[in-house]
């Protein structure tokens, strides 16, 4: 491929890999060849500090285009007054939306990791954490599921200037309007990040929490499909912070192939085909849920209403890391990953998060979730056999042979 042999031998492995696992990590996807291409694009050798027709260097009529019609898309698509396409990722997006309504110190509150949240949520070791007073919301011990009166009361409380919702591994609805309702009561700003499930609320298989939330963040690579960064939603009222946050606050110039790739990804996630691939997620975790509960599987929360579910092995007797090595070596890579209020240390916790965005890009449906179940509750229930895990593994690839590596755009 290229001149540069080492760099193609690891490459040619990567392309391998890619093609021959059941790829289950739920925040991976597979982009398209357009938004790939985007990404490869010379707009990668130009820079743009600054805004449409607020640049601080020449040359910039494509790139004012490219970024308009990327921020029209994006507002169309959401149903959104404003959108900032400049985050470089999913972080500094949310640092963004914090600069943009907080102060240093202020109170924040937000998801614990255990309980669905991101690190950015107010972690003690990110900047969310440091920087902000973090208060941390999280799900009730027995139901696994977030209890509104109880947020309220909590608000109430804090009184956080930032109700700061967003989930990577809660496989609940968030209710948006209750949250507008609590943060209304306690005069706070109403912050979503939907970094995960962006491409089901477009798909209109999710909430879409824009009506309600003041400044609305996500990654563009999940769900969404489209290239690796960030975007931010906002009302008109909070534009100027916003942009002002992204840029000067953070970050220099944009990366303009990514904005390429974004317009182009929010082209395809406009197409009724998305919506299809979309509802099609959703209705492929619920039926991986169903298949390995049938198995003898618990899902935290009891089941899913997106793309994704924590899985308590502790029926299997295994831990979560050793389930995920076990499943890697059969072809199956997912993450080990806590359950709520989860007995067991961090490194080594109760659970596995499986997610369907990836497997369903590549075509699969209910047939092929049904033996993914069993496959993976074979590995679970045997996780030293090596011998099953190679014979695994072969199946698996032999099977993925007959799927296309790249989402199908039509
Ligand atoms: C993935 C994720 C992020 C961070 O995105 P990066 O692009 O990895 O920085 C932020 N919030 C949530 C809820 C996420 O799931």
Known sequence: MWKDEEVSAIYGREVARQQRVLRMIPSENIMSEGVRAALGGVFCNKYAEGYPSK???????????????????????????HANVQSYSGSPANMAAYMAVCEPGDRIMGLGLNSGGHLTHGWKVNFSGKLYEPHRIEVEEGTERLNYDKIAEMAREVKPKVLFIGTTSYSRVLDFKRFREIADEVGAYLVTDIAHVAGLVVAGAYPNPVPYADI?????????????????????????????????????????????????????????????????????????????????????????????????????????????????????????????????????????RLGTPCLTSRGFKEDEMAKVASWIVRILDDPENAELQAKTASEIEAFLKNYPVSPVID
């Open 216 to 352: 609305v963040t996500m990654t563009s690579h999940k769900t969404l499909r489209g290239p690796r960064g960030g975007m931010i939603l906002c009302r008109e009222k909070l534009a100027q912070a916003v942009d002002r946050a992204v840029f000067p606050g953070i970050q220099g110039g944009p990366h303009m192939n990514q904005v390429m790739a974004l317009a182009v990804a929010l082209g395809e996630a406009a197409r009724p085909s998305f919506r299809a691939y979309g509802q099609q997620v959703v209705k492929n975790a619920q039926c991986l849920a169903d298949h390995l509960t049938r198995l003898g599987l618990r899902i935290v929360s009891g089941g899913t209403d997106c793309h994704m579910m924590v899985v308590d092995l502790r029926a299997k007797n295994v831990d979560g890391k050793t389930a995920a090595t076990a499943l890697e070596k059969s072809g199956i890579v997912c993450n080990f990953n806590a359950i709520p209020y989860d007995p067991n240390p961090p490194r080594r916790p109760s659970g596995i």
């Open 55 to 81: 640049r601080y260097y020449q040359g910039q009529e494509n790139n004012d285009a490219l970024e308009r019609l990327a921020q029209a898309r994006a507002c169309a698509l959401f149903g959104a007054e």
